[in-house]
């Protein structure tokens, strides 16, 4: 079974960062797949963040656009979402997700991790 597990959310004053980590469990062949990050407010349908397939090519919502940036680390079976000049309407659950199909729109994978809370307040 696939786990996956996220690290890095937390409280953070509007216009600061945060670096949102995924390690997906050691029994996969971690660098085939395509992987994404996904948040959910309250009150709102889960939304698509960012996107990352195995050649490293990176897709982005437009409010993730110019402040996000997806990258991964196959020797470490890690995601990571690097967010800069954060906002309060960026607060929300973060979810990372494994085995996304790349397209238009992207399909999300079947394994789910247990998501971080990222709170932008000041």
């Known amino acids: 079974q696939v786990q996956l597990v996220e690290s890095g959310g937390g409280l953070v004053q509007p216009g600061g960062s945060l670096r949102l980590s995924c390690e997906a469990s050691?029994?996969?062949?971690?660098?085939?797949?395509?992987m994404a990050w996904y948040r959910q407010a309250p009150g709102k349908q889960r939304e698509l963040v960012a996107a990352?397939?195995?050649?490293?090519?990176?897709n982005y919502a437009d409010s993730a656009k110019g402040r996000f940036t997806i990258s991964r680390d196959n020797a470490k079976n890690t995601v990571y979402l690097q967010m800069n000049s954060l906002k309060p309407e960026d607060t929300a659950v973060y979810y990372c997700?494994?085995?996304?199909?790349?397209?238009?729109?992207?399909?999300?994978?079947?394994?789910w991790g247990q998501g971080t809370q990222v709170t932008v307040s000041s």
């Open positions: 997700n494994l085995g996304i199909v790349m397209g238009t729109p992207i399909v999300p994978g079947a394994y």
């Open positions: 050691r029994r996969i062949i971690f660098n085939i797949y395509a």
């Open positions: 990352i397939n195995n050649s490293g090519l990176t």
